[in-house]
């Protein structure tokens, strides 16, 4: 039995454990779960993943997990993309949950209805300003944090910058201009120059450029 990760193309939350397991070297099988035609909502699926979300990440030992930052932790678990120490183990937490709560929720409708559903954008105009204003706050703290670090926590390279990148390196899908962000876009250079890098269109592999 092989760990299982069912994603869909084009997202960041899928995107994350997936770049973590290439990172590492996890194997991993990958499902493909077509979110725009609602196959998320299949009785196959829920038999799966009760909540009908994607990423769904089954373990080699069949202990399931939902949550793309839970999945990264477990990924991570006695590697390098996490830290020893247990004060800079909550500082990578600190930042996971900043990543789902201030830019996450902001960047991914933003962008959803921006770049992946495209159609969409005049009948969303409201609410994609919201979002992308809500969006801000979240980038300037980011852009300062960045200012001053080669990467989130000061030992290096970790699982708090792949949650943060997931979504954050698509940025300009949704609305914003990375030359805003200078030290952003610095981080994001870096993270794409680290060891097994794989892009997010590389995510299902060469299907994904149907959402790209
Ligand atoms: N907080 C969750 C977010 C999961 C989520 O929103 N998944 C989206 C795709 S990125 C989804 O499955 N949407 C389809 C639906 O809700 O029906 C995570 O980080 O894994």
Redesign the pocket.
């Given at each position: 039995l092989e760990n299982q990760l069912y994603a869909?193309l084009g997202?960041?939350?899928?995107y994350k454990p997936w770049l973590a397991s290439k990172q590492l070297d996890i194997p991993l099988d990958v499902h493909l779960i077509d979110?725009l035609s609602g196959e998320?909502?299949s009785a196959e699926y829920l038999s799966i993943n009760p909540l009908?979300?994607?990423?769904f990440f089954v373990t080699n030992t069949g202990i399931s997990i939902?949550?793309?930052?839970a999945m990264l932790w477990y990924l991570a678990e006695d590697t390098h993309l996490m830290p020893a120490d247990p004060a800079m183990r909550a500082q990578a937490l600190q930042w996971m949950f900043f990543e789902?709560t201030k830019l996450?929720p902001f960047i991914?409708p933003a962008r959803f209805f921006t770049t992946i559903l495209p159609h969409l954008q005049d009948e969303k105009r409201t609410e994609i300003a919201t979002w992308q204003t809500n969006a801000v706050p979240g980038l300037a703290r980011l852009e300062q944090h960045l200012t001053t670090q080669n990467f989130m926590l000061p030992h290096g390279y970790s699982i708090a910058d792949i949650s943060l990148f997931g979504y954050v390196h698509v940025v300009s899908e949704a609305g914003f201009t990375l030359a805003d962000y200078p030290s952003i876009a610095k981080w994001i250079d870096r993270v794409q120059a680290t060891q097994n890098y794989q892009s997010l269109a590389n995510l299902g592999h060469s299907q994904a450029s149907l959402v790209a």
């Open positions: 869909c997202s960041g939350n899928c979110v998320q909502k009908g979300v994607v990423p939902g949550e793309s930052n789902q996450e991914s």
